[in-house]
């Protein structure tokens, strides 16, 4: 995952060719993008805990500071925790929702997003032009199952979410925080999952990605621990890429150097009883 807070100021002098930066001088004080997401949506309000995302500065095109002042108000989503959401009423329908932590410049989730269109993703991340991007293309590919959130997915699972609200999760090529003093900061842990599985309905999926393989072990070393979760492989091990997990640039790049990806697919099993408990 990326995060925008304490970009550059950015934006650019008229007239804007399609993919060019945006550049401008703003007076200190105002906002990026008076109609678009959130500097620090839930600023002060929550603890500090310790990030699974580090900051990345990077320009924004035209294109993408256009479809973050237009689209942002109709499909987009400032992660303040302060309210419960209607995920009904966010989508204006109450088809199923997957989750997707992390999504990049929005390619992928675009491309699962017209391949199913009777499944609703809310796609979080904190990159301002991977936003920007991704509402464009929803836009030019008339995708109005796409909901673009800005901020904490923790934060949006903890504060913002209704229990049993969602029917997967996505977690695709998350920061691997190689050095193992970093390893804390890594997303897929023990309390992530148990907070994760309180707003997962039973049978829902969690499908996770990685070229690191190291992180891919541990993952599938913590969900198979998890009493919450089950393989959907019946050798207990790694899935092949499903096909309606597109095959990314990204990924591509790193299958040409010799990396091998993981796929993880886990199923929220059924809520467990109060006898089943004692």
Known sequence: MSDFLNAPEAASPAPHSPGAPVR??????????????????????FERR???FQPRRSR??????????RLWPKWGLDIDGQRVIDLAELFGNDRPVVLEIGFGMGEATAQMAAGDPDTNILAVDVHTP??????????????????????????????MLRPDALDGL?????????????H??????????????TRLRPGAIVHCATDWEPYA?????VLTAHPDFENTRPDGGFSPRPAFRPLTRFEGQGLDKGHVVNDLLFRRVPHRTAEQDR
């Open 130 to 159: 991977g936003q920007g991007n991704l509402l464009g293309l929803a836009e030019r590919n008339g995708l109005s199952n796409v909901r673009v959130a800005n901020g904490d997915a923790i934060i949006l699972l903890r504060e």
């Open 184 to 197: 804390k900061r890594r997303l897929i842990q023990p309390e992530f999952l148990t907070l994760a599985a």
């Open 50 to 52: 310790i990030r699974s």
């Open 60 to 69: 924004v095109t035209a294109g993408q500071a256009d479809a973050l002042q």
């Open 217 to 221: 072990e541990q993952m599938l070393d």
């Open 170 to 182: 996505r977690v695709y090529f998350p920061d691997p925080w190689p050095k193992k003093r970093h």
């Open 24 to 45: 401008h001088t703003r007076a200190k004080g105002e906002p990026r993008f008076p109609d678009g997401p959130k500097a620090d949506p839930a600023g002060s309000h």
